[in-house]
């Protein structure tokens, strides 16, 4: 009961703070000069971290797609940008790889430079909100007799630091380092001795951060 309180508090905290954003961003378009809609694509390059020494994970990759608005403030060199992204990555726990499907929420605050009226250059800050679409738990047993759970967390926070380029009016390019805001995921695993032997239960936290390149046409 104690971790389900938990897990609603930091469920609401997440949306708290995505919403304020949110508000921040309705607040700038109402004063936009201008407000293009585009579509974004790119590539994830996944790095997990375990709580546990005992858990070893690899680079593993993944793919986005969807919409996104890019909003011209009055403000020079600010614009935003907000995009729904369907997102697919493959996570490497030990000798298994898990299936991630997420919708991704994220929205940028960018502040930038044009250079000789057609190439421009920006540095951005935002945060992103995901939510899990696909399955959330796994389970597996290992050829040394570990029983394993993995359990995704329905909901997450994370922070966008990046940059990029943008060539004329529709072009952009960008890359981009995701920081989850807390864990992203639960794994237990416990060994089997013998049917008469207490089974020896471990417990870690997974976080999982994340490269992203992506580029984006604006109609």
């Known amino acids: 009961m104690k971790s389900e309180g938990r897990n609603s508090e930091s469920f609401i905290l997440r949306c708290t703070l995505f919403i304020i954003h949110c508000a921040f961003l309705i607040t700038l378009s109402a004063q936009a000069q201008t407000v293009q809609f585009g579509l974004r694509g790119g590539a994830d390059i996944i790095d997990m971290q375990f709580t546990s020494d005992a858990l070893r994970s690899a680079n593993r990759a993944g793919f986005f797609l969807g919409p996104q608005l890019r909003i011209h403030t009055p403000v020079v060199g600010l614009t935003v940008d907000a995009a729904a992204l369907y997102d697919q990555r493959d996570l490497r726990v030990e000798t298994q790889t898990l299936k991630q499907k997420t919708l991704q929420l994220p929205a940028n605050a960018r502040l930038g430079i044009d250079l000789m009226g057609v190439v421009g250059v920006y540095l951005s800050i935002g945060p992103q909100l995901n939510f899990n679409l696909g399955e959330s738990t796994f389970y597996w047993e290992d050829l040394k007799g570990y029983r394993n759970h993995f359990t995704l967390q329905e909901t997450t926070l994370g922070l966008n630091l990046g940059g990029g380029v943008t060539l004329g009016r529709h072009l952009e390019a960008a890359l ?34 994340a490269w992203r390149i992506a580029l984006t046409y604006y109609f």
């Open 176 to 209: 981009y380092y995701n920081i989850p805001l807390g864990k992203t995921a639960d794994i237990t695993w416990d060994t089997i001795v013998d049917a008469l032997q207490d089974q020896t239960m471990h417990r870690a936290r997974s976080k999982t951060n």
